[in-house]
């Protein structure tokens, strides 16, 4: 276990479904991140949060709209999917991301939108 | 931006064997050089890094190695195990901001019994 746990493992939406994806870090970090990974493709930062403020946005859609109401949860609120959109979602956290440190991920949810 | 090639995307070896991954990046900027490694079904976990200031770092069966004049860094992986089969990442630091990190495509890792 890295401390990083991620709600649902698995989630089926429909394009026109709202859904939220969860992350809970237990390390006493002050960054999160969201990631998203597609087959064969490299890991696609969206989302970078410290200190609970949003640093980074990597022109991520706005039907992807993330929340950090504390340094220790992360959500993702999805709505109006995409086919396209179906991936893993990684959430990841660290000591903080001002002075660099090593990133834990949690197990993933992985999203399949009809 | 930083842009991270990533070869073989497949690599089967015996075990006992050596395995070795390369990765090149384009920001001469970048510091900061990671390997992650994950397994089915989990996410991925550093498993050793490596900063601009060293060649070379070593732990246990790993090393990775590091020219920042030429752009690559490697990962080498000796005396391999079944439980070394996963799928490898490289990565590096977008610019000097080490928490941003571009990933290379990874490697799937195969070592035969």
């Known amino acids: 276990e890295t401390g990083v746990t991620q709600t649902p493992r698995h989630l089926v939406m429909g394009m026109t479904n709202k859904k939220s994806l969860k992350c809970e870090q237990h390390l006493g970090h002050n960054a999160m991140y969201w990631y998203k990974q597609s087959a064969k493709k490299p890991l696609e930062l969206m989302f970078v949060y410290n200190f609970k403020e949003q640093t980074e946005n990597n022109s991520v859609p706005s039907r992807f709209s993330p929340e950090c109401p504390n340094s220790s949860h992360l959500f993702l609120h999805l709505h109006t999917l995409q086919p396209e959109d179906s991936a893993l979602y990684l959430c990841a956290s660290s000591q903080d991301a001002i002075a660099g440190s090593e990133q834990f991920f949690g197990p993933g949810t992985r999203l399949t939108v009809l | 931006g930083e842009n991270v090639e990533q070869h073989p995307s497949t690599l089967s070896v015996q075990e006992g064997d050596s395995a070795v991954i390369k990765c090149t990046y384009s920001d001469s900027a970048s510091n900061y050089f990671p390997w992650y490694k994950q397994e089915l079904g989990k996410g991925p976990q550093l498993i050793i890094d490596?900063?601009?200031?060293?060649g070379e770092k070593k732990d246990q069966r790993i090393a990775v190695t590091l020219n920042k004049t030429a752009k690559h860094f490697s990962l080498h992986i000796t005396e391999t195990q079944p439980e070394d089969s996963a799928v490898y990442f490289c990565?590096?630091?977008?610019?000097?901001?080490?928490?941003?990190?571009?990933f290379g495509a990874g490697t799937t890792v195969t070592v035969r019994a």
């Open positions: 990565a590096a630091s977008i610019g000097s901001n080490d928490y941003k990190l571009s």
């Open positions: 490596i900063r601009s200031n060293v």
